[in-house]
């Protein structure tokens, strides 16, 4: 399928979860297969456009990660087309609109979901952004603001109208959060209303579940794909087990050992990440001992896994105990040894 001329492998995307989805978990996912469109954590159009470094550093990623999606967040249109112009100038192949964030300190600023509220304003982002680029431009957003103003359908259209090249729509509402349930019929309304591709978003925690919402929707007038986002931190492997059972294979199976692999691999990549030196993060040369104390970036990546196995533990049998002993690691090695005792012992044994 493709997005405006940009043409993606399968229809399963791994969706933006801030503080979560940076580059080297998204070259990970990348590289066990399966996935169609990566997109970045969202990024501040303010900070984009004044060049701040940190802002930047949530924009980068590699030629591995293609295609690549850069999601922005604000909601002035002037700015907001100055922002799509950087992200073009950084070789990015699709730019995001963010209308779906809840979070406070994002909408009260008339960004993410609250650009709902103001469906002819986010037009006008959408159309500024739209003539300022060549790259498609796409939107991510809710059903609504809540359950009174469950706009989703009225604002596709209209930023399909605008030049919007696709439209994701995470079926919960921005009053819910992560609340309830995802209104997956909304979303499969909504296709059947635009030309433009149309993805889903919400509840796809288990390979079959990502792909009975492709399925569900039917015609050909149906949902396109699917973004998922909480799935891929519980299970980096989604994606690639959904296209197997797509394809009519059985999904693959994934041993205790590559989870923990994983996990390994991904602090490996975070330890020589390019950090701000304005943090006072620096890094580590090859065979370092890196026992003792963490410090500076170190501490980092301890947080790092720590944010990601509240998600990628859930399910595995003691998986609340690994949990506990990775909160309460000091240390890199102590970190390995921890996830090299859980994931690979079994085998010893």
Not at 145 to 152: G, I, L, M, T
Not at 187 to 193: G, R
Not at 195 to 223: H, K, N, T, W, Y
């Amino acid at each position: 399928m493709n997005i405006g001329n940009v043409k993606l492998a399968t229809p399963f995307v791994v969706a933006p979860m801030a503080g979560m989805t940076d580059t080297a978990f998204r070259r990970l996912v990348k590289r066990q297969g399966g996935c169609g469109l990566v997109v970045t954590e969202m990024v501040s159009s303010e900070g984009l456009v004044r060049g701040i470094d940190r802002t930047l550093e949530y924009a980068e990623y590699t030629e591995e990660e293609r295609p690549v999606s850069i999601q922005i967040f604000g909601g002035d249109p002037e700015k907001m087309a100055a922002a799509a112009q950087i992200v073009e100038g950084m070789g990015a192949d699709i730019v995001d609109i963010n209308m779906g964030c809840p979070v406070h300190k994002i909408a009260k600023h008339s960004a993410g979901c609250s650009l709902m509220k103001q469906p002819e304003h986010a037009a006008k982002v959408v159309a500024a952004m739209a003539r300022a680029v060549k790259i498609p431009v796409t939107v991510k957003m809710r059903a609504g603001w809540n359950d009174r103003s469950r706009n989703a359908a009225e604002l596709a259209r209209m930023v399909e109208g605008a030049g919007a090249a696709a439209v994701t729509i995470h079926g919960r509402t921005a009053e819910q959060s992560y609340s309830g349930s995802a209104d997956w019929d909304l979303v499969s309304e909504v296709a059947s209303q635009l030309r433009i591709p149309v993805f889903g978003s919400g509840d796809c925690v288990e390979p079959e579940q990502v792909v009975e919402r492709l399925r569900a929707s039917g015609s050909a007038a149906g949902v396109s794909g699917v973004l998922v986002g909480r799935g891929v931190l519980r299970n980096p492997w989604i994606l690639a087990q959904a296209a197997d059972i797509a394809a009519g294979r059985p999904p693959r199976h994934v041993t205790l050992q590559e989870r923990g692999q994983f996990l390994l691999d991904y602090i490996d990549m975070l330890l020589h990440e390019r950090i701000d030196e304005r943090e006072g993060f620096r890094h580590r040369a090859p065979g370092t001992a890196d026992d003792g104390p963490a410090r500076g970036h170190d501490r980092w990546v301890i947080n790092k896994i720590r944010a990601l196995c509240s998600w990628y533990s859930k399910g595995l049998d003691g998986g609340s105990q690994l949990r506990v002993r990775i909160n309460t690691a000091v240390s890199i090695s102590e970190l390995r040894d921890i996830i090299g005792a859980f994931f690979f012992a079994p085998v010893v044994a």
